[in-house]
């Protein structure tokens, strides 16, 4: 079965610093990677996707991630952060099987808190 | 237009007790996941419907747990003799269609405590 890991569970910036979360995954096969993110009060909502072409991915609020498969792995960075990005942050993945399907449930990774000191 | 839902809120209930979970998905998305968040699991997939059937229900911890969906809309998640380790964040997830190149659209979830 396929599993995420997140190197880190906590991560502490001043705003302007640059941001970079790992996300490493477990699975032969094909897969799509996504990045969700959970603000204080919110929903889970989707930041960026990365399905097939070009690796280096960008999202909303300035965030990208770069696939690199020789690695599983499937980092997210942003340049700088800013207060408003304290969050926590899933890496998630869905796997394709033979036939080329998915049903598309998501695997996660155990999650990263970034707090974003002003 | 409005997003995904989930009701109650917030649900607290005694051990043994049977609870209902509620989910209304995004108007057209014929894909709806149910997903449980608790400490020391993380974000775990439970069941996925497709329509009114579930091709996966592999997530489902154990035969306490059911789901069904009606109409292609509504869903709800039942609980049967709830124990401690029940308790959690079940979140409730709809999309267009569930083949992994559709974004997922997640509710608020319902934060069940069982004591």
């Known amino acids: 079965a396929q599993s995420v890991s997140q190197h880190n569970h906590h991560v502490i910036l001043s705003e302007a610093a640059s941001l970079e979360l790992g996300c490493n995954y477990s699975?032969?096969?094909?897969?799509?990677l996504f990045w969700y993110v959970q603000y204080p009060g919110q929903h889970l909502q989707l930041l960026l996707k990365?399905?097939?072409?070009?690796?280096l991915v960008k999202g909303i609020k300035g965030f990208e991630a770069e696939f690199i498969k020789s690695k599983f792995s499937f980092n997210l960075r942003k340049p700088s952060v800013q207060w408003s990005d304290t969050a926590e942050y899933f890496c998630a993945v869905t796997t394709l099987g033979a036939g080329g399907t998915s049903y598309g449930k998501l695997t996660f990774g155990q999650g990263t808190i970034l707090t974003v000191h002003p | 237009g409005a997003g995904v839902s989930q009701s109650p809120s917030n649900k607290v209930t005694e051990k043994g007790k049977d609870v209902e979970l509620r989910c209304d998905p995004i108007?057209?998305?014929?894909?709806l996941y149910w997903y449980r968040q608790s400490l020391g699991q993380g974000l775990e997939f439970l069941i996925y419907?497709?329509?009114?059937?579930?091709?996966?229900k592999s997530g489902l911890p154990s035969d306490r747990f059911s789901a069904e969906r009606t109409g292609g809309s509504v869903s709800t998640l039942t609980i049967q003799r709830t124990q401690q380790e029940d308790s959690a964040v079940y979140l409730c997830a709809s999309s267009l269609v569930g083949t992994g190149y559709n974004e997922q659209f997640f509710g608020p979830g319902t934060r069940l405590t069982v004591l």
């Open positions: 419907f497709q329509g009114n059937s579930a091709p996966d």
């Open positions: 699975y032969g096969g094909t897969v799509n």
């Open positions: 990365y399905f097939s072409g070009d690796p």
């Open positions: 108007s057209g998305h014929t894909a």
